[in-house]
C-alpha cells in the first residue's frame, strides 16, 4: 500500500526506514531498489531516496551497479571472511585496552545485558550485541580504533544480523547464547587481568568461525 504523498518526510527518514528492512531481513540480499518505486512506495519524490540510497551505500548496505542502479549489498563468503578478521584484529586488542577502565567502572555493560535479555526479536538482539562491542571500543581510548570500527559498523549489523538469523534458525538460543557470553565478558573485566580480557574476547569472536559461510 503506498503511502500518500508527505512534503515533509527527510532522507534520514527514508534512509532510516530502508536502513530498518534490510537489517531485518525484511528486504532481501540482492534486491533492487529502484528510485521510482521505492518514492511511491513511501509517498515522496525521488530526491529524498535518492539521498537516502547514497547514506546507505556509504554504511556498506547498499550498492550501485555500473549503471547506477541501486541494490541491497549481498555478502560474499569473502565479505563475510574480511569482517571476521577485522573483528578478530580489533576487538581483542580494544579489550585490553579497555581493561582497566571498565573495571573501575562497567554500569554500562551491565545495562546492555541487562536489555539484551529483554529483547523481543533476533534484530534486537543484533543492535544490542554490537552496541556492547563498541561500549568496549570506546571504553579503550583509542579514538581511531574506535573510529576504524565505526567505519564498519553498518556492514557489521548486516554481517552479525544474517549469521544471527542463521544460528536462530538451527538452535533457537541466540538470545541466551548472546546474553551468557557477555556476561562472561562482563565478569572478566571485573575480576581478570587486561590479558585474560583480550584472550576471552579473542575466543568469543572466533566462536564465530563454524558459523561464516563456506568461502567459494
Known sequence: MNLAPNPAFRSDSAASLLRTEILNG?????TLLAESAVAKRLGVSRVPVREALFALEREGLVEFSATGRAFVKALTPQDFEELY???LTLEPL?????????KADITQLEKNVAATRRARSVQEV???DLEFHQLILAAS????LLKLWRSLRGELELWLGRLHRSHQLQTRE???ETVDAHQGIVESFQTQSPAACERLMREHILGWREWL????
Not at 97 to 102: F, H, P, V
Not at 141 to 144: D, K, Q
Not at 213 to 216: F, G, Q, R
Open 26 to 30: 525484511t528486504t532481501s540480499p540482492g
Open 85 to 87: 578478521v577485522l573483528r
Open 94 to 102: 580494544a579489550s585490553r585496552l579497555a581493561a582497566s577502565t571498565l
Open 126 to 128: 543484533t543492535r544490542l
Open 141 to 144: 581510548g583509542n579514538v581511531r
Open 174 to 176: 541466540t538470545l541466551q
Open 213 to 216: 559461510p563456506l568461502s567459494s
